[in-house]
């Protein structure tokens, strides 16, 4: 997205002869042969902006970005000592936010310097409703609260920082007035500023390592700028039920940072106390994998959540750097053996010329799951373009009534090359492919599947696994032990009761045990 604040900055620093670039680069554009009714229009808001006020208010220059309720809506205070100007617009759908502003009449102009009426600001704010068509809002005379906005520091909206961190934001005001201005900020004792004095508005941030950036909100009485804060050094976990009676941890830390802390393991909603271990990391480890093994099977009765937390600072203090949403794992039932060794609940379907057989069972040297959790597709194709399907064999294998996260399982390839995914068809009969990917390598290697979030429940399975040619080949590809991994947001409360009775209760988490990468590699 074009930097308006870059963009007015260099105006502001250009001064008045900035108008008359601005103007030669519109004039530029009239006078070329495509030049239209639609030439402005088709411009990012960020430039009918510039241009519409070049148009309508020339010698003012860009203050700073007010707070709003997402990064699409856009909030843009415009100043020339006590001249001022709000210019509001959005990416997305229409919206009312609210604007700091002292009682009086708003005129109201588009970006082609057209006015579009009036509006009153009232209580204190000035109630704007955003379109993606910027507006431009000015007051009819000094409105003060504006002015105590434009004398305000203009915070740094984007700040990065090694996790974990303690951090102070701040934000000076200076009071215009003839009279005492107060300030005041949610849970905080009010202050008055004297006229023509300043105050420094404090904020107390902790910084963990979660990946996901933290919005915050810094200023006082209605007047606040949005800052995000992201961590340069995010700590990933990622839980899979891999195994029957364990559960594998990985954390992953892309840029190496040293750790020393614990992980904590709890049931959403138990009274149990949860099940904390220490954890470390050397500075340089990317990745750290850890088995949890429990006195149960999947499902658990409730879902799991895990945290990871480290102390630092002096006297310490103990910081949560990231958590994971609630999980839960169901795994997909049916891959016993019935007559002839054919699976109870699934199929083979093909298409194209092949030779294939679907068969259940314990393969030759074992199977990640043990007994009852292997399917073996044995395979010819005769040329490229054929393929092999694991399909559901009833309406129970088939369905899945509330949307996972992914799909995790086993899979032993042979290493012929030909593309393996997972097919599945929504409850609007939509159909969803996962991005097909090389069976290059010999062995079981561990595979998730991410599904879509546009799908709408329920969930049919086209295919359990499909494999299609690239080549003529043989080759026998097993699929085991595959897991529906669940987020909390995505289980309806009747589907978290299913999961919570009727299942064993007595949850117990065993020593960890940390893998080292040679473990991790691929069983041949």
């Avoid at 995505?490 to 893998?515: H, I, M, R, Y």
Wanted: aromatic share 8%; net charge negative.
């Amino acid at each position: 997205m074009f930097d308006y604040v870059v963009f007015m900055n260099q105006i502001g620093r250009l001064g008045r002869p900035a108008g008359y670039v601005l103007g030669l680069w519109l004039l530029s554009l009239m006078l070329s042969p495509c030049w239209g009714q639609s030439s402005l229009s088709a411009l990012s808001p960020e430039m009918r902006v510039a241009a519409g006020m070049q148009k309508l208010l020339p010698d003012m220059k860009f203050n700073k970005r007010l707070s709003t309720p997402s990064d699409e809506d856009h909030l843009l205070l415009f100043s020339n000592g006590n001249q001022l100007a709000l210019v509001a617009w959005t990416e997305g759908e229409a919206k009312r936010i609210l604007a700091p502003a002292s009682p009086m009449d708003f005129l109201v102009y588009n970006t082609d310097g057209k006015p579009l009426g009036s509006i009153l600001a009232q209580g204190f704010v000035l109630e704007i409703i955003l379109s993606q068509e910027p507006g431009i809002y000015v007051p009819k005379g000094a409105n003060a609260l504006l002015m105590i906005a434009a004398l305000a520091e203009r915070v740094e909206p984007r700040i990065r920082v090694k996790g974990p961190a303690f951090l102070e934001l701040t934000c000076d005001f200076v009071n215009p007035l003839n009279e005492p201005l107060i300030l005041s900020t949610p849970g905080e004792p009010s202050v008055a500023i004297k006229p023509g004095k300043s105050y420094t508005v404090r904020q107390d941030v902790i910084v963990g390592r979660d990946a996901e950036p933290i919005r915050l909100q810094v200023g006082a009485s209605g007047i606040y700028q949005d800052v995000t804060i992201e961590v340069e050094n995010p700590l990933l976990v990622d839980v899979r039920a891999d195994l029957p009676g364990r559960l594998t941890v990985d954390l992953i830390n892309p840029a190496g940072t040293a750790l020393q802390g614990r992980m904590s393991l709890s049931l959403v909603g138990d009274s149990r106390a949860p099940f904390v271990f220490p954890v470390e990391m050397k500075r340089g480890e990317s990745i750290e994998s850890i088995q949890v093994p429990m006195t149960i099977n999947l499902p658990l009765p409730k879902p799991i959540e895990v945290s990871i937390n480290e102390s630092i600072g002096d006297p310490r203090e103990d910081v949560e750097l990231t958590r994971t949403s609630p999980l839960q794992f169901a795994p997909i039932a049916g891959f016993e053996a019935a007559g002839e060794g054919k699976p109870v609940n699934w199929m083979l379907k093909k298409s194209g010329e092949s030779f294939a057989d679907l068969r259940a069972g314990n393969p030759p040297g074992g199977a990640p799951w043990g007994e009852n959790s292997t399917l073996i597709l044995a395979y010819t194709f005769e040329n490229a373009g054929a393929s092999l399907a694991i399909a559901p064999a009833n309406p129970i294998a088939g369905s899945i009534t509330q949307l996972p996260n992914s799909v995790g399982m086993w899979i032993r390839g042979d290493g012929s090359g030909n593309l393996v995914s997972m097919r599945w068809r929504d409850g609007q009969g939509n159909r969803f492919s996962s991005r097909p990917r090389p069976m290059s390598w010999k062995g079981w290697r561990y595979e998730t599947f991410a599904l879509d979030s546009k799908m709408v429940p329920p969930i049919r399975w086209e295919s359990l696994l499909t494999v299609d040619s690239v080549s003529p080949s043989s080759g026998a590809a097993m699929v085991c032990g595959p897991v529906l991994n669940y987020g909390f947001d995505q289980l309806s409360k009747q589907a978290e009761a299913e999961v919570s009775v009727e299942v064993e209760d007595d949850v117990t988490f065993g020593n960890p045990v940390k893998l080292d990468r040679s473990q991790l590699a691929p069983v041949q």
